[in-house]
Antibody, heavy 121, light 105 residues
């Protein structure tokens, strides 16, 4: 069963960028798609994007188009989410997730622990 | 877009909870899920493919679908079920509903 471990909390200035990593272990990396979801304080869940590393395919949520980039390094089994032009309303917990069920478009039943990103001047 | 109702549900342990989610356009029910979210924890998958329980999910959680309407029912609320619930379609342009808080009455 694959497990996901994310990088630690970040504090960033408005206008800067942040990169959060998510290391997958315990499974064959290229068998999985990886999704990023965030939750701002007091707000709901937002789907940010997805990568299928073996296909080199990415998809991004409309709200994040042009600001988010998801990449993967199969040699280390790590997925990255980079968000640029940070604003205060990007302050949130960012989660990576993957699936143990079905194909690359299976439901996300395996989650990382979350990474808090705080954007503040 | 997925629209959940109600926004908040105030119930007592042992009562039945029903949460609705309406899609603004046709959704493939094979790619429809329900999540439970508690503070400080990642989301927990409850239901996928509209009605299939995820591994380890108690049978008091049931999902159903009819056209663009989806329901999550918790037959008898346990103390640990008080949380926020989200519907989610995860195939094309994935999106979440806005959430329904189930709180203790």
């Amino acid at each position: 069963q694959v497990q996901l471990v994310q990088s630690g909390a970040e504090v960033k200035k408005p206008g800067s960028s942040v990169r959060v990593s998510c290391e997958a272990s315990g499974g064959a990396f290229n068998n999985y798609a990886f999704t990023w979801v965030r939750q701002a304080p007091g707000q709901g869940l937002e789907w940010m994007g997805r990568i299928i590393p073996v296909l080199g395919r990415t998809a991004y949520g409309e709200r994040f188009q042009g600001r988010v980039s998801i990449s993967a390094d199969s040699s280390t089994g790590t997925v990255y989410m980079q968000l640029s032009s940070l604003r205060s309303d990007d302050t949130a917990v960012y989660f990576c997730a993957t699936h143990s069920i079905g194909s690359f478009y299976g439901p996300t039943d395996i989650w990382g622990q979350g990474t808090m990103v705080t954007v503040s001047s | 877009m997925l629209t959940q109702s109600p926004g908040t549900l105030a119930l007592s342990p042992g009562e039945r909870a029903t949460i609705s989610c309406r899609a603004s356009q046709v959704v493939n029910s094979n790619y429809f899920a329900w999540f439970q979210k508690k503070p400080g924890q990642p989301p927990r998958l409850l239901i996928y493919a509209a009605s299939r329980r995820a591994t380890g999910i108690p049978d008091r959680f049931t999902g159903s679908a009819s056209g663009t309407d989806f329901n999550l029912t918790i037959t008898r609320l346990e103390p640990e079920d008080f949380a926020v619930y989200y519907c989610h379609q995860y195939r094309d342009s994935p999106t979440f509903g806005q959430g329904t808080k189930v709180e203790i009455k």
